[in-house]
């Protein structure tokens, strides 16, 4: 059965201000990154992708930061709403030497946005 | 006008029992997976396949056995399921290329008693 409670790490927000999720990779040669948002319930849904030739990408009241110099992968979203209470997980594509297109997904962060 | 749909929504079974979870895209990918979402919300990739080739077969154990008929399902099949199955099983889909997110469907949670 599931176990109670879940060891995730979780950023707790007021409704209106901004959120920062962080995200190490461990692969110096992955190129390829996306952000997932998953609902209590529902499939990861994607939100945004950036390549490893861009250290900045922005969409819809979000942008994620790209440091390939320490490996770190940053989520921020702006005007944080309650709907956007869910678990963000980084993915990181395969390397330039892989095959195929497995996704490597972090640990994920939980979001909780308090009215 | 699902793009992505996965049945059963939810599985619960006995130990040592065979199921099937079946998976369809309508986005005319030629990728599709699975993936395991355990109880720490670890997600993690067991198996892909293009145009119903297997090309990804992560340490996975022979009791699980994925099956493609056509490029637009991938079926999971499950033999002799043990607890330590129970877990939400994700199916998922892309184009084939490298760099390209993938879209999931709504899981299946199996519990295994």
């Known amino acids: 059965g599931e176990s109670v409670g879940l060891h995730l790490p979780t950023l707790s927000v007021q409704e209106g201000d901004n959120s920062i999720i962080n995200c190490a990779y461990s692969n110096s040669a992955s190129d390829y990154f996306i952000w997932y948002k998953q609902e209590s319930g529902k499939g990861p849904q994607f939100i945004i992708d950036?390549?490893?030739?861009?250290d900045k990408r922005q969409g819809q009241r979000v942008t994620v930061l790209l440091n390939k110099t320490v490996k770190h992968l940053s989520l921020q979203i702006a005007a944080t709403q309650p709907g956007d209470s869910a678990v963000y997980f980084c993915a990181e594509g395969p390397p330039l030497t892989g095959g195929g297109n497995k996704l490597t997904f972090g640990t994920g962060t939980q979001l909780k946005v308090e009215l | 006008d699902t793009a992505v749909s996965q049945t059963p929504k939810y599985l619960v079974t006995q130990m040592g029992n065979d199921k099937s979870i079946k998976c369809e895209q309508n986005?005319?990918?030629?990728?599709m997976y699975w993936y395991k979402q355990d109880s720490k919300k670890f997600l993690k990739i067991m198996f892909s396949?293009?145009?119903?080739?297997?090309?990804i077969n992560e340490t996975v154990p022979n009791r699980f056995s994925p099956k493609s008929p056509d490029k637009a399902h991938l079926n999971l099949h499950i033999n002799s399921l043990e607890l330590g199955d129970s877990a939400v099983y994700f199916c998922?889909?892309?184009?084939?290329?490298?760099?390209?997110?993938?879209?999931f469907g709504q899981g299946t949670r199996l519990t295994v008693v």
């Open positions: 396949y293009n145009n119903k080739e297997l090309i």
């Open positions: 986005l005319g990918h030629d990728t």
């Open positions: 998922a889909s892309s184009y084939g290329g490298r760099g390209t997110e993938a879209f």
């Open positions: 950036i390549r490893s030739n861009m």
